[in-house]
């Protein structure tokens, strides 16, 4: 019987599992030993476990990247263990988050080099290999463990004997190399599958345009007014308190009987409003009636604040609060799990107090915890416990929240923001988001507009430097979105801000 790997305690936590696509060459492989907590790549891509498929969303790693190693001759526990601490070392980490058997290819001890010569290679004993995985794993020098271009036939070999089963298969996977059968391979065993080279390479020495200069592709981006990179954007954050769910599913079902995208191609986020906490599982079958779908890709607890069942509108009247059974309301988001509503379960504007008593008796934690987060809100306290319990945080108004009534500009027209925009030829939005992506959250951006969309992928090419991040350490902390409609003296739960926030305001 399989174990776990330690990095995936249930089935849905992979959701927001952060992974960087990364490709060596002869020249790049000191470079990146050397600098990866620094320099990453512009675009990351994250593929969703069964039956999700491909997700571009903006997620990038910065403090624990994921480390693809080469396919030196190692194969017993302390040498693949020697090779992982030299790594470690360079990389200033007590782990990484996913380690990788990058070819099912063994070579001599002195090949490390991208192009081995004819007489580098030795008999892969894989099974040898992945025991030497599975002892990184046990003495926690990485968080998961997982493989590289493998296919189905070498996946199902592996699995044979596996004690741990990989958690990811990183493929080279584009809308002209789809992976049918290797996805669904992988998807039957709860398999991960990230994508590199989704657009085919351009730029590398190996790649092609083929994928972005597709006639088919092409004609589609013209078709949405959007170029073939923002087809990447996938990810649509809606709840019932939006009021988007059914002009969203309206969208999304035209689109995918068009064959514009699949159902799994695109990743769909909704959240439980505080009326509907008596019956979670209801709320959900409710909004996925709106959106035409038959599950959400995750679905999240909206603030940790139980209403009457009436009370279906945005600022609760003073008579609308309920005292909050926590307990029950996750007992509930977890049958939603179990009957397949949908794939991953969460919360949003926990605070760190929240988060460790919902962790007191949660059979499946959360994935992910949504609030806000920018650069004048930056949730270290937050991040910290976040990371230590493996749950993702996401930030939502990232920029500030400006256009909306509860938001302001005062981020993007900071001058510290605006000066390092203008040092390295940026926007202040571009600025902002690069520092949420920085800290290895994804950020939820919100536009119509097909420039800012432009602007907003940009953001992936910026690079900010040491100077940068400590001026932006420096700026006053000041939460936007305090939640002052949920604070009264009378029937709410929480009389004061700081009660609501537990002191982190």
Not at 327 to 356: H, P, Y
Request: contains cysteine; glycine residues 4%.
């Amino acid at each position: 019987m399989h174990r776990k790997s330690a990095a995936l305690p249930n089935n849905h936590t992979h959701l927001f599992f952060l992974c960087c696509s990364l490709l060596f060459n002869e020249a790049s492989q000191e470079i990146v030993q050397e600098q990866i907590t620094r320099v990453l790549l512009e675009r990351l891509i994250v593929n969703k476990p069964h039956p999700w498929g491909l997700l571009i969303t903006f997620i990038e790693l910065i403090k624990n990247p994921r480390y693809n190693f080469w396919k030196r001759g190692f194969t017993s526990a302390p040498e693949i263990e020697k090779l992982f601490e030299s790594v470690a070392r360079k990389l200033e980490m007590e782990y990484v988050d996913m380690y990788l058997v990058h070819w099912p290819v063994k070579l001599k001890e002195w090949a490390s080099y991208a192009v081995p010569n004819e007489q580098d290679f030795v008999q892969l004993d894989l099974e040898a290999t992945w025991a030497g995985m599975e002892k990184c794993l046990d003495m926690g020098l990485c968080r998961a463990i997982g493989v590289s271009n493998f296919s189905s036939n070498k996946i199902q070999r592996l699995l044979d004997f596996a004690s741990v089963p990989p958690a990811v298969n990183q493929v080279e996977m584009h809308p002209m190399w789809r992976q049918d059968k290797l996805r669904e391979v992988c998807a039957e065993n709860k398999i991960h599958v990230s994508a590199y080279s989704p657009l085919g390479g351009p730029g590398n020495s190996w790649g092609s345009t083929a994928v972005i200069e597709s006639p088919v592709i092409q004609s589609i981006a013209l078709k949405h007014n959007a170029t073939p990179a923002q087809m990447g954007y996938r990810h649509f954050d809606t709840a019932k308190i939006y009021g988007s769910e059914a002009a969203l599913g309206s969208a999304l079902t035209e689109a995918i009987h068009d064959g514009i995208v699949k159902r799994e191609d695109v990743f769909v986020t909704s959240k439980l409003w505080g009326s509907d906490h008596h019956d979670p599982v209801s709320a959900l079958q409710q909004t996925l009636k709106k959106l035409e779908m038959e599950y959400v890709d995750m679905y999240l607890v909206h603030w940790p604040v139980k209403l009457k069942e009436w009370a279906s509108y945005a600022v609760p009247n003073e008579q609308d609060f309920v005292q909050l059974d926590l307990q029950a309301t996750w007992s509930g988001m977890e049958k939603c799990l179990d009957m397949g509503l949908c794939r991953a379960i969460g919360v949003s504007n926990f605070s760190s107090k929240k988060i460790q008593r919902l962790l007191d008796f949660a059979s499946v934690p959360p994935a992910v915890n949504q609030v806000e987060m920018h650069p004048m809100w930056k949730q270290d306290k937050l991040r910290e416990v976040c990371a230590e319990n493996k749950i993702h945080v996401s930030a939502y108004s990232p920029l500030g929240g400006p256009g909306n009534s509860w938001g302001s500009t005062a981020v993007i027209e900071s001058p510290v923001i605006q000066s390092i925009a203008l040092k390295h030829n940026a926007t202040p939005a571009q600025v902002a988001l690069k520092w949420g992506l920085s800290k290895g959250s994804s950020v939820i951006v919100k536009s119509f507009n097909q420039e800012r969309m432009r602007e907003n992928m940009a953001s992936f090419n910026l690079k900010l430097d040491d100077e940068d991040v400590i001026q932006i350490d420096k700026l006053k902390e000041w939460k936007i979105m305090r939640g002052d409609f949920l604070v009264n003296q009378t029937t709410s739960p929480y009389k004061t801000i700081q009660h609501l926030w537990d002191d982190e305001i």
